[in-house]
């Protein structure tokens, strides 16, 4: 279950404290979250 979450912002927040990448791992972060929107459901549905 773990595996369907989405990404940490962790990544983007060290990306802005550090003024590196900022728009690729924002890029990265965004895209997820919405996939982990749609597939944590079924993920719990499959595992309960």
Known sequence: ML???PTGANAHIFAVQ???LVNPVSGAVAPGTLLAAATL????????
């Open 3 to 5: 595996m369907s979450m």
């Open 18 to 20: 550090y003024q590196r």
């Open 41 to 48: 459901p079924v993920v719990v549905m499959v595992v309960v």
